[in-house]
């Protein structure tokens, strides 16, 4: 008698992945990541419904010298000629006339090839290399112009005589002078032994010195009961004259010292910074751990100690420097390589600083930028490049937290892969919900962007074909704000997000999905025909590839656009009624275009990857299906198994 037993085929499923909302995910296996994430994404940007190829850029203008190393858009309030693009010029400063052809700006002469820092303020561009003395652009008959100062010479010739009744109080006195933005240093003091104990305007010391050329004033700085060889002076008043009489009106301070270098040329420092009505300058290459700060208002660039400004010593000579500076919640950021700090003023104008954080500090100044609430700079933690955050952490009140940001691009080819002996070129920028930030990841100079997109808290994944040394937004007379960046392999400012290719080179975009194995690493599947979501379809031939097991076990398919019928055949006969078959394709670019790939796999996972080379493409990939039915007792290759 024969027995029918009944196997029940094991039902096809298919699998349905919509948008990649979460971006790359480099830190988890490529097999572990969730279905909206993305093992690897080059030259893309990620959207609500999907992803698509980034725009492109367009060199802007002329070009000059082989390199740019810095530039700024310059605002005033003039009613006309009010907005500027500036830039670094080998050795001079330019900007671009009505041609847009950069224009050397007469007034100051600069070292060639240093990295050029710029800062708006009361209408006027300050400029910072990190060699030159600062340097002040304003607009003088109708064009730019820059002024540079001439350095005084310190003060000599200091006397100090005893008037009225003497007595025997020692007393020591130092004279420095100043001009419009700095001070000199200060005389070489002088010391006497037979002061009056009580100075008044009858018994007092009179001082007395040579008139400096050019000199605006004086700072007086003197010291009263000393018994040694006269230092220890502090700021006591400022004059205009080269006398002064010390009647007891003025006490000497408990902060302010006198200068360690002569800043009446102007400060020579690589990092710049306007906030709280003041110019903050540090960089500088003989004092690397000092911030120096401004008096304000109208003498925002002037730097010596006599209308209010002065400098304080960021944990000086802890072999560190300090790295970057920024303004963020009312405060002063000031970042070293391995430490964080908050500099203010307190209620009585004395300047202050606090230590958040020894664990992290910044590499470079051109990476920091505001985010919404927070800062984000590049670091070095562990001897690897890293993208952390500054800012308030729930629960923890006002105190400032740093918090890494990096963790899902740590791995592999991407932050790991960063070239560390260039992270202080490091250049960033947050422009339409994206963090920019560019690195060199080969060679000598910046050639990767890493993009972390706000909108989804995700990283999109890496952008290439662009070199930016530094990066800035520029709001033109018709009220459209663009970005821009300086090339660090051309002597051009180059305009992104402008059209579809590199100033003529194709955008080369690759994606690649996570290794889908149905959380069953250990089962064989068919998987079959997958098929591609398109939408918006302009131009472009996207190549596909299917990797099996982690291999690339397919050669590569074609996807390319649908511009015609598809004609007669397609429906199946008598599925639908004379004039409604489905057959005939649109050739609208707003249409949905699924893409079907026959084959049939027997694998244990499947992953796919879709680049695109074309100049003109332009399209949007909104998901995939695959349909994979389970191999149930298929047993793994003898390779793969061991009898114990």
Known sequence: MAIKVAVKDIPEKTNYVYGFQLGVNKLQDESLIDDHELSDHRNGVILVDGVKKRQGSSRFGSSSGSRVMGASPFYTSASSNNSWIIR???????????????????????????????????????????????????????????????????????????????????????????????????????????????????????????????????????RKGVADNGLGETKMSTVTTNSYNDQGQDNPSVVILPQEGNTTSGLSGSLLEYALSRLFIAGDATNPSRLYYSAGSTQIDDFSSAYGGGFVDVAKNDGDSISAIKFFQNHIIVFKHRSIWQFDFTSTGLPQLTLITNEVGCESGRSVRILNNDLWFITKKDGRARVYSLGNIQNYFSALRTTEQSLKISQGSYLDAVSLNYLSNAAAFYFRNLYILAVTQTGTTNNRCYVFDTRFNAWVGYWDGINPNALFSYLDSNGNEELYYCDETSGYIVKMFSGTDDNGTAVSWKLQTKNFNQQLFDQYKIYRNPIFWFKDVANGSITGYIINDGIFTSTPFNISPITSGIGAGFDIPGTFAAGDSLGAATTSANSDQPMEVITTKNYRSIKFELDDTNNASDFKFLGLSFRWTLLAGKPLPATNRIRV
């Open 88 to 222: 670094e010029g080998g050795t001079s400063l330019m900007y671009y006339n009505a041609s847009n052809i950069p224009t050397a700006i007469s007034g100051a002469t600069m070292t060639t090839g240093k990295k050029t820092d710029f800062v708006m303020a009361r209408d006027t561009l300050y400029v910072q290399n990190g060699t030159d003395p600062l340097t002040k652009v304003t607009i003088s008959g109708g064009v730019p112009t820059a002024t540079v100062f001439t350095a005084l010479t310190t003060p000599v010739s200091l006397t100090v005589t005893p008037t009225g009744s003497t007595g025997s109080t020692a007393y020591s006195y130092r004279v420095s002078a100043f001009n419009s933005v700095g001070e000199t240093l200060a005389c070489v003091s002088v010391r006497i032994t037979n002061g009056n104990a009580t100075l008044s305007s009858s018994n007092y010391n009179a001082l007395a010195w040579t008139a400096v050329a050019n000199a605006t004033g004086y700072v007086i700085y003197g």
